[in-house]
């Protein structure tokens, strides 16, 4: 599975655009890109999922370059409660089990 | 809108006794999964199950565990003898497996985990 980068951590504000930016260098041609969200002491929660270019659901949006060597979650208007870490994944699928990196820590204040 | 449960949510157990986690995944799904993680580190795999059988493990999974799914609805995980270094909040997850290996498109869906501590 192909290894994957981004922040430890990240502060923002309420009401503000977030963007997390996850490298994946070493992605393969049938990998797609997975957004996990995870609260402290909750699994993890599925966000959003893409291959390339954009997709946008109720939560996030996914921008994913031609090359998909990266992908940027998008938070639009986040809140507090957004608090979370937040997974990067690649590939996966099947009986494959997921591979988690140590994500991006995002604290929103107030 | 459908939910992976797990119980108990909490279970403390002395070292060296069995214990037994269990999940219901979502009734539609095909493949079953279970995870772990330790107290401030990554969610690691544990093992995959797929028509009745263990799909792929990882080399966490040794023989003091094992997966079931004793009936068509829940999906067990079995320690055999509990070690101190077992202490995590365990995961099951189930995808419905439309993806498969070679697309990667599965989305796991995960349960809100069992906290297991071993004194």
């Known amino acids: 599975l192909a290894k994957t980068t981004q922040p430890i951590s990240m502060d923002s504000y309420e009401g503000q655009e977030v963007n997390i930016t996850c490298s994946h260098n070493n992605i393969a041609t049938n990998d797609y890109i997975t957004w996990y969200q995870q609260f402290p002491s909750q699994g993890p929660r599925f966000i959003i999922q893409g291959y390339k270019t954009k997709v946008t659901n109720e939560v996030a949006s996914l921008f994913i370059p031609a090359d998909r060597k990266s992908s940027t979650l998008s938070l639009p208007r986040v809140s507090l409660s957004d608090t979370a870490v937040y997974y990067c994944l690649v590939g996966g699928g099947g009986a494959d089990g997921l591979t988690f990196g140590k994500g991006t820590h995002l604290i929103i204040q107030p | 809108e459908p939910e992976v449960t797990q119980t108990p949510s909490h279970q403390v157990t002395q070292m060296g006794q069995e214990v037994i986690l269990r999940c219901v995944p979502i009734?539609?799904?095909?493949?079953f999964y279970w995870y772990r993680q330790i107290l401030g580190q990554k969610v690691e795999f544990l093992v995959s199950f797929y028509n009745n059988e263990i799909s792929e493990k990882s080399e966490i999974f040794d023989d003091q565990f094992s997966v079931e799914r004793p009936d068509g609805s829940n999906f067990t995980l079995k320690i055999r003898s509990t070690k101190l270094e077992d202490s995590a909040m365990y995961f099951c997850?189930?995808?419905?497996?439309?993806?498969?290996?070679?697309?990667?498109?599965?989305?796991?869906?995960f349960g809100p985990g069992t906290r297991l501590t071993v004194l």
């Open positions: 009734s539609n799904h095909l493949y």
């Open positions: 997850a189930s995808s419905d497996g439309t993806g498969g290996r070679t697309l990667g498109t599965d989305t796991q869906y």
